[in-house]
């Protein structure tokens, strides 16, 4: 149980509520940000605005999947109002507070440095990032099947990296019948490519591999899809980058040579905000109580 514990939950989407849920039922106290609009209320969560919360009381504060933006500001779909993370207001928690984000950058990093504070990001634990594998890809399948004019079964369909979520995209779509190729770096990615019994290429041969795709699926968080990778493309290919805001791919050359190319972070919030605010209520939920315990473990 998390009994007695303040936690303040700043911004995010539909996934956020099944935090909530699941916070509230181990009776944690909770301030919710950027809630002013759901109708919906939960026993033992209060809205607050940010101004108005004692951040010298909150032990844990839990920002959105993706964290904020270079500018510090939190997505609040449940919010008109805008909120901004400033190092200013983390600076206002116990020593002892800990913030869980998704993912992170190089703005939210350096405030949480800056104020000594530790930053949990959920979604570099492979348990996580698995699990939420599972409700992008699906994601991913929903849009590729709505933006082509042919089936999965028997396209070419280009993965770019084989990471948690490259790689159950490229079992899911080899299921569908689909040939698959895998674009990696390391040897060791190349043999399991080739265990999986598809074809691996390195990147470095992106731009070749690329002249009879008909579906490119990215995962990679850097310039990827260059201007130059695009142009040998066919005018149907269809680019679903997964990356992280962004994105890899050069959106402003795919639309002027025609290629759909769309940016599709965030899906499991998006398709299944259920199941993909389970997975992160659960991993909250141990990490929190871990977190208890040594922190109870230290005033002993």
């Known amino acids: 149980m998390l009994t007695g514990l303040q936690i303040a939950v700043i911004g995010g989407d539909a996934r ?3 935090v909530v849920r ?3 039922e181990l009776d944690a106290r909770l301030w919710l940000v950027g809630f002013e609009q759901l ?3 939960f026993t033992g969560a209060v809205k607050e605005k940010l101004e108005d919360v004692d951040f010298s009381e909150i032990d844990t504060v839990i920002l959105p999947v993706a964290g904020t933006n270079l500018e510090g500001k939190v997505d609040t779909i449940f919010s008109n109002e805008e909120v901004t993370i400033t190092e200013e207001v983390v600076l206002k928690t116990p020593p002892h507070c ?3 984000s998704g993912i992170s950058n190089v703005y939210l990093t350096g405030i949480m440095k800056n104020a000594n504070r530790r930053l949990v990001q959920l979604f570099e634990r492979d348990d996580v990032a698995i699990y939420n594998s599972i409700p992008t890809v699906e994601g991913t399948i929903m849009m590729a099947i709505q933006h082509t004019d042919f089936t999965i079964h028997g396209s070419s369909v280009a993965i770019l990296g084989l990471g948690r979520v490259g790689m ?6 080899q299921a569908l019948g689909a040939k698959v190729r895998v674009g990696v770096r390391k ?3 190349v043999a399991r490519v080739t265990e999986m019994a598809m074809m691996p290429f390195h990147i470095n041969d992106l731009t070749k ?3 009879d795709v008909d ?3 990215n995962t990679i968080p850097h310039p990827i899809i260059t201007a130059s990778v695009l142009a040998n493309m066919p005018v149907h290919t269809v680019v679903i980058d997964l990356a992280s805001k962004p994105g890899g791919t050069d959106f402003r050359y795919a639309e002027k040579r025609g290629i759909k190319a769309l940016l599709a972070p965030s899906l499991p919030g998006i398709v299944a905000p259920k199941t993909a605010g389970k997975i992160l209520g659960n991993a909250l939920s141990e990490l929190i109580k871990e977190d208890m315990k040594k922190r109870k473990g230290k005033t002993k």
């Open 209 to 211: 591999m690329m002249r």
């Open 39 to 41: 109708e919906h209320s």
């Open 98 to 100: 800990t913030f869980y």
């Open 187 to 189: 040897t060791e990615d």
């Open 215 to 217: 579906i490119c699926i």
């Open 16 to 18: 956020q509520l099944e």
């Open 168 to 173: 159950t995209a490229a079992r899911s779509f």
């Open 22 to 24: 699941k916070l509230t």
